[in-house]
């Protein structure tokens, strides 16, 4: 189970931190990601991060501005977003996969949270 939060409204050039806290599995286990999504869009990627942390991958639209990390002690996920844009308003996800790589496309992603709303005003 999957459990997001940190969201808000900033205005753009700001800042907010996602978090995601996992339980009922083994969380290092899992390569995990954000995606986030808007009405009538697909869910879209923004950042993932393999098991042990070696990898990670983002969306060309948040490289230099969004950072992904991962606590597996604590079992959590969080995501950094800085210099936030008005394109970057979305309800955020995070998701979990078990697959042998870190996968960019949800449909690979087995396990997903709540959601969170990111808002930024212009």
């Known amino acids: 189970q999957l459990q997001a939060y940190g969201g808000g409204l900033v205005q753009a050039g700001g800042s907010l931190r996602l978090s995601c806290a996992a339980s009922?599995?083994?969380?290092?286990?899992?390569?995990m990601a954000w995606f986030r999504q808007n009405p009538g869009q697909e869910r879209e990627f923004v950042a993932g991060?393999?098991?042990?942390?070696?990898?990670?991958r983002y969306r060309e639209s948040v490289k230099g501005r969004f950072t992904i990390s991962r606590d597996n002690a604590r079992s959590t996920v969080d995501l950094q977003m800085n210099s936030l844009k008005p394109e970057d308003t979305a309800v955020y996800y995070c998701?979990?996969?078990?697959?042998?790589?870190?996968?960019?496309?949800?449909?690979?992603?087995?396990?997903w949270g709540q959601g969170t709303q990111v808002t930024v005003s212009s």
């Open positions: 998701a979990a996969d078990i697959g042998p790589v870190l996968p960019t496309t949800s449909r690979r992603y087995e396990c």
């Open positions: 991060i393999s098991r042990s942390s070696i990898i990670t």
């Open positions: 009922g599995g083994s969380f290092s286990s899992y390569h």
